[in-house]
């Protein structure tokens, strides 16, 4: 049984209990992405390291090796100076720890942590059809499974690192997602003397994304997550649409580049020396 879900049609119809019995609830917010959607830029460089240079005088053994394309230099050198360990910082005193717990609690209230929100999708592509897919989340850490299709591309969903759901919390989103070409499934059983019968998808209304539960209905708060992305895919298509594209521009070149340009082995160099019987590795050299 397939129970169909509109985008925003998720809150129950109101009762005509007496007002003294119907507790209070906190209005809706808007559900939103948090932080920057990534689309393929770069990021800035790392600076770089520091250099360890060690005088030839100090170098007092050297063994070689083949391995993998590149040579791997190890070097006994003359033991270096290390500086001291920090000096641990004293206690603090006098601290008021009522008032330290009431700052405490104010910064959770105004900022409180994320929920983890487990979810995986299958994403079902055909030159006939628009993007469908199959989504499956766990609500809650002890939980179970809830299992729905959807008319939106959770491709471009898998560029948000956390979001605002409805009831205010914040929610980091940890998604793994696949996609499956319907034609090219075809045509591949085809080719082998075999016919494809791919998943039942149901229909959907053409506008704004909506996705359907499959199976029992579970509780409506279960359903704030799956609901809150679909406002944010209705609200943010194209910011996400833009962001999934750069992405996979990205990807491209980076295929590109490396097929132009495969990475070569790149031959390092191991130092260490010994300190009251124990021996002490320093950092590689830099490649040459």
């Known amino acids: 049984m397939t129970i169909a879900a509109s985008v925003r049609a998720q809150v129950a119809d109101a009762t005509d209990a007496p007002e003294s019995v119907v507790p209070a609830v906190a209005p809706p917010v808007t559900a939103r992405i948090l932080g920057n959607v990534p689309d393929g830029t770069p990021p800035p460089p790392a600076p770089p390291r520091p250099g360890f240079v060690v005088p030839g005088k100090d170098i007092l053994a050297t063994t070689t090796h083949r391995q993998g394309g590149r040579t791997i230099t190890i070097q006994r050198i003359t033991p270096v100076a290390l500086p001291p360990p920090p000096v641990p910082a004293p206690p603090a005193a006098g601290v008021d720890g009522a008032a330290f717990e009431a700052r405490l609690a104010a910064c959770r209230t105004q900022c409180p942590a994320p929920r983890l929100l487990l979810l995986s999708a299958t994403v079902y592509r055909s030159k006939d059809v628009p993007p469908r897919t199959l989504v499956r989340y766990w609500p809650g850490a002890s939980g179970e499974p809830v299992t729905c299709w959807s008319s939106a591309d959770f491709a471009l969903l898998s560029g948000i690192g956390s979001f605002i759901a409805t009831d205010g919390q914040a929610r ?9 070409d319907l034609d090219r499934m075809a045509a591949f059983q085809l080719a082998h003397g075999r016919e494809y019968h791919g998943p039942e998808i149901p229909e959907f209304p053409a506008g704004p994304a909506t996705f359907s539960v499959a199976g029992s209905p579970p509780a409506a708060d279960s359903l704030v997550p799956i609901q809150s992305l679909h406002d944010i895919y209705n609200s943010e ?15 491209l070149q980076r295929e590109a580049e490396l097929k132009a340009n495969p990475p070569k082995p790149r031959d390092i160099v191991l130092r260490s020396w010994h300190v009251g019987g124990k021996a002490v590795k320093s950092e590689p050299a830099a490649a040459r």
């Open 172 to 180: 980091s989103l940890l998604m793994m997602w696949s996609s499956v």
């Open 237 to 251: 298509f194209q910011r996400l649409n833009a962001a999934c594209e750069g992405r996979e521009r990205a990807r």
